[in-house]
């Protein structure tokens, strides 16, 4: 078999880019709820997914961070005063409140590295105008009317969960992810404008979302399903604090936050790297055959133990 040629558990044709995608049974194991070593079911958002950097395919293959972590916990300071906190700090309860948008911050920013976290938020308990993404320290976390607050100034960045819009200054840009959907379109066959009406439906957006902040690239993106949609936000001010947030209209709304994992601005390892390569090209059911590899016992051990 040539050594160029893709597994075909992975899908991919040798014409494909390589993406890297996030196999860590460990920080992973949120993905649909499914058990370690069990098959991830098919998801919609993998035909979406752009190609992720080593850096972050490594991060997503590390092991998660303890969860009392303090980067896993709201701001008790930085709230709307219709927002409570439950007693770890770790989710964050909207009570009900007429005309208002109500927005909540982590209690620790990030200024340089990568970083991960995942944001829990049931779809039934969103309602409209439920935003997800980063902000700075002195945005504004209370308004009147019922608006999109997180991505409502020049201060934050917000994805808006029902409608795919993203918010920066006020403004909504387009739809996210938004030109991978129109590459996908391009390479179509013509449809009826009826089809075409319900290709552009918003996606419905399950209720584990993972926040991608890449302080040293000035960017922000997310994961799906496992799937990374690809950058959201671009130029984001360099050395600047920066927060996870989150604005809801809906009383009732929960959300939990917690984070995994993060890495500094310097190069990836290179046995890391080789590493993950190996276990892409194992593919989910063999991560456990590495004793079958032609390679030395030190090395099985090595690819056990990043599994």
Known sequence: MERRRRSSRSGLSSGDPLLFVPMGLTLSAWLCGRAPGG?????????????????????????????????????????????????????????????SSDGVRA????????????????PEHRGSHAVVGISRQDCPLQGSGYKALVGGDSRSWG????????????????????????RRRSVLKPRSSSSATKAEAPLLIPERVLLVLDADAGTLGFVVDGSFLGVAFKDLPSGVEL?????????????????????????????????LSVRQYLGHHRQNQTDRLPLPPFLQQYLLSCS
């Not at 992720?52 to 701001?75: C, K, Q």
């Not at 029902?162 to 918010?167: A, D, F, I, Y």
Request: hydrophobic share 35%; glycine share 10%.
């Open 243 to 275: 927060f996870p947030a989150v604005s809801s209209v809906r009383g009732g709304a929960s959300v939990r936050l917690r984070y995994l994992n993060g890495t500094t601005r310097d190069p990836p390892a290179l046995m890391a790297l080789c590493g």
């Open 159 to 182: 994805w808006e969960l029902k409608t795919n819009q993203l918010w920066h200054g006020g403004c909504t840009s387009e739809c996210y992810p938004g030109k991978t959907r129109r």
């Open 39 to 99: 098959a991830p079911p098919p998801s919609a958002f993998l035909a979406l997914a752009s190609p992720a950097s080593s850096r972050l395919a490594l991060t997503l293959n590390s092991s998660p961070v303890g969860p009392g972590d303090g980067r896993s916990r709201w701001s008790p300071r930085h709230l709307s005063p219709n927002f409570l906190l439950s007693a770890c700090g770790q989710e964050a309860t909207r009570s009900p409140a007429e005309l």
């Open 107 to 122: 209690e620790m920013g990030v200024r340089s590295g990568l970083h991960v976290w995942e944001l829990a938020w049931s």
